[in-house]
Antibody, heavy 121, light 113 residues
């Protein structure tokens, strides 16, 4: 059973860089065949896909965030990471990591529990 | 970007009655090479991540009760809960994975009448 677990700072100040980690257990990222995504949900709102990465390091980003976002993978630690620069209050959200198949591209079948990030001065 | 529009925003249904949620995409999510609709439905309960219910528009995820069904093709899709149970109270989202950026509908909140 694949499990994903996000971790992050919880509270941060405007203009800082957000760094989140998602540890994957029950399956190896380096096995391939999957996209590993970051998705966020603003309080009481809908879902926004941030971007994804394959084990090879190939990435797709949402154009709305592309200038500020970077997703990376560390296959030795079986984890993926998200960096989001110059955060503002509008980046306050629950951040999820999730998995989907590559060929063909699939739906998100496994999700982490999410980690709340609050941006406040 | 493909815009996903759900309706209604919320609905209240009596226990045992049918609940129907609609999702419309701004362009077709039917991929001609494999004749699959790249459309999924998720259920989200408070404090929990979304849970995959339906993929390829009509394929039920393993373990999902058969009272949940998905239908539609191209740009118009429906999620039906044939007999609403108390545990089905949640927000439901559709999502297209036809192309990036991947996008979700705004959600439909289902409550008990």
């Amino acid at each position: 059973q694949v499990q994903l677990q996000e971790s992050g700072p919880g509270l941060m100040k405007p203009s800082q860089t957000l760094s989140l980690t998602c540890i994957v257990s029950g399956g190896s990222i380096s096995r391939g065949g999957y996209y590993w995504s970051w998705i966020r949900q603003h309080p009481g709102k809908g879902l926004e896909w941030i971007g994804d990465i394959q084990y090879s390091g190939s990435t797709y980003y949402n154009p709305s965030l592309q200038s500020r976002v970077s997703i990376s993978v560390d296959t030795s630690k079986n984890q993926l990471s998200l960096k989001l620069g110059s955060v503002t209050a509008a980046d306050t959200a629950v951040y999820y990591c999730a998995r989907s198949a590559v060929t063909p591209r699939g739906a998100f079948d496994y999700w982490g529990q999410g980690t709340l990030v609050t941006v406040s001065s | 970007d493909i815009v996903m529009t759900q309706s209604p925003d919320s609905l209240a249904v009596s226990l045992g009655e049918r609940a129907t949620i609609n999702c419309k995409s701004s362009q077709s999510v039917l991929y001609s090479s494999n004749n699959e609709n790249y459309l999924a439905w998720y259920q989200q309960k408070p404090g929990q991540p979304p849970k995959l219910l339906i993929y390829w528009a009509s394929t039920r995820e393993s373990g999902v009760p058969d009272r949940f069904s998905g239908s539609g093709s191209g740009t118009d899709f429906t999620l039906t809960i044939s007999s609403l149970q108390a545990e089905d109270v949640a927000v439901y989202y559709c999502q297209q994975y036809y192309n990036t950026p991947l996008t979700f509908g705004g959600g439909t909140k289902v409550e008990i009448k």
